[in-house]
């Protein structure tokens, strides 16, 4: 929930008694006049690990120029991030979800202490954005989430890739379809500059969900990361800062379940990421919104799939800046009914008349017209059933398989699926378990899209499914269930499965479940003995003690 009205920033450097914090902040250049000032945190997530992030310092700059512009004062604070990519496979891909929580923490943390009176917050990969909702969430300070734009996609072999399809030449190249020339020559090419990863995967994803919630301007996500308009978007979110802090706008009068079935809406319309369920049931608990996981299948049942993106369909981020952007797909919503209009965003005006505004470009056909959807219904769903009572989540789009019955090749970590996977020792027809990867199992929930990608690869992306605790890439494709919950490290069913255990997925019932009755499986986990956690001591070993369900956003838990 938000936190109560704080005391104005300028209140910490006013009288008598403040003159040791005015005489500590001249040191760095801050005038009097500065300090009589709103103060604006400008928070970023600059880091030399990753090209997603890469232009943060630079943004900063612009949104300072914005603020003072404005008549505020502005002070910048760095927190950390996690490459995905980076960690993607390996035991780093455990902190991800946990940076998240670091994230939002830090920015709290800094905000409360300093008394910011308004917050501007640049994010870009896949973490820190839903991880600066989760801070403005609390903090309730007026002021946008500024996403730092998605990289220009690469050109292989006269076509379109991203980084998602070096992950999955990887298994095309263990499959002996991909040479390791080949294979060299797309990792050369698919990356070229700074920027999130282009399709519409977890970063871009979000992005938009923070646009349609109305914390982001509407548009404000489409500018690349190496474009001249993303250093505009900067500097007019400074002066927007200002201009909310005047008229007190505040994220608790934009985060309302209105506002969050718009964000899920738009994600069912791109066929989004399956993170943006967790992130979006994390931010609205801290909101104080009510949101269920039955809440996306709902509306995206409601939602055509309107947007040709990547992974499911053809086109880029870079693309969909290009036909029109956020603004025309939420036109487009609207035109169907799936956007409710009158709900205000971070610039004080509604969505409605943001949408009104949009331009697109003649001859686009990234966002198609309402006649004419990809799919008639959105892309997320979520499973109940005796593999998970409390539901997990599957992302449809494109698919042409909605179901799939097999034997279970169960597996206690992503490693050793991976290696299954790369062997050949998983074959058509099978159902891939891979549990004790869920937040308190691994802990941190690690993204499974080596293995997936893997799968595609090697020319099982349509005939094998799978089912995990974990969590999915945005860019992962096919049949698979994840966020599986309750988890297998706290005795869900997923624990009492075996090899050979006939495992079915069925999209149109809704049902994902394994061919043991309820006295079987009980008397199974009556046997199981928790395995022992890999982390005894430090910021995995408290995660782990304080993570919640997937079912919930997997946010950490306040227990007295």
């Known amino acids: 929930m938000p936190t109560s009205r704080r005391p104005e920033g300028a209140s910490l450097f006013r009288g008598r008694d403040r003159a040791p914090m005015r005489a500590h902040l001249r040191a760095i250049g801050y005038s009097p ?28 700059q612009a949104v300072q120029r914005g603020v003072r512009a404005a008549g505020g004062t502005p002070m910048e604070l760095n927190t950390i991030a996690i490459s995905d990519v980076a960690t993607m496979g390996s035991e780093g891909m455990k902190t991800s979800l946990v940076s998240r929580e670091v994230i939002a923490d830090s920015i709290e943390l800094v905000a409360l202490g300093h008394h910011f009176d308004a917050l501007v917050t640049i994010a870009g990969c896949d973490k820190t954005l839903p991880a600066a909702a989760m801070a403005h969430a609390r903090l309730d300070l007026p002021g946008p989430i500024l996403y730092s734009g998605a990289t220009m996609p690469g050109r292989w072999r006269d076509r379109p890739v991203t980084v998602a399809s070096v992950f999955e030449a990887v298994g095309a190249n263990a499959a002996g379809t991909l040479s390791d020339e080949g294979l060299r020559t797309l990792e050369e090419n698919a990356c070229p500059g700074a920027g999130a990863c282009g399709g519409q995967y977890t970063a871009n994803t979000m992005a938009m969900a923070l646009e349609f919630l109305g914390l982001s301007p509407l548009g404000s996500a489409g500018p ?60 609205a608990r801290e909101a104080g919104i009510p949101l269920a996981l039955g809440d996306f299948d709902e509306i995206s049942a409601r939602t055509p799939v309107l947007a040709d993106l990547m992974p499911h369909g053809r086109y880029t981020a870079v693309d969909l800046d290009r036909a029109g952007g956020s603004r025309l797909l939420a036109a487009r919503l609207a035109e169907v009914g799936a956007l409710d209009g009158g709900q205000v965003t971070v610039t004080g005006r509604t969505i409605g008349e943001e949408a009104a505004e949009a331009v697109e470009t003649e001859g686009q056909d990234v966002v198609l017209a309402v006649d004419r959807p990809l799919e008639a219904q959105g892309g997320l769903v979520t499973l109940r059933g005796n593999l998970a009572p409390d539901g997990c989540v599957a992302k449809i789009a494109g698919l042409t398989r909605l179901s799939h019955t097999g034997p279970a090749r169960v597996f206690d970590s992503e490693e050793a699926a991976m290696a299954a996977v790369q062997s050949g020792a998983v074959g058509d027809g099978d159902v891939v378990v891979i549990r004790y990867e869920g937040p308190r199992g691994g802990p941190g929930m690690r993204e499974m899209l080596g293995v997936t990608a893997a799968l595609v690869g090697r020319g099982l992306g ?32 997923l624990a009492a499965l075996a090899d050979g255990d006939v495992v079915t997925l069925d999209v149109p019932s809704r049902s994902v479940r394994v061919d043991l009755t309820d006295e079987q499986l009980g008397e199974r986990l009556r046997a199981w003995v928790p395995p022992p956690s890999r982390y005894p001591a430090g910021v995995m070993a408290r995660y782990r003690a304080l993570v919640g369900s997937a079912a919930d956003g997997a946010v950490l838990e306040v227990r007295s």
């Open 462 to 493: 349509v005939s094998v499914a799978l089912v995990t605790d974990g969590r999915f890439s945005g860019a992962t494709r096919g049949l698979m269930a994840g966020h599986v919950a309750p988890e297998a490290a706290v005795g869900g069913p």
């Open 224 to 283: 690349p990361a190496v474009s001249a308009r993303r250093a505009e978007a900067a500097e007019a979110a400074g002066r927007l800062a200002m201009a909310a802090y005047r008229a007190d706008l505040r994220p608790g009068k934009v985060l309302t379940p209105g506002a969050f079935a718009n964000a899920i809406a738009a994600g069912a319309a791109t066929a989004g990421s399956t993170n943006l369920v967790l992130h979006l049931l994390a931010i």
């Open 33 to 60: 006049a500065d300090l009589a000032k709103p103060i604006v945190g400008v928070a970023h997530s600059w880091i030399g690990t990753m090209p997603c992030n890469h232009n943060h310092r630079q943004l900063a």
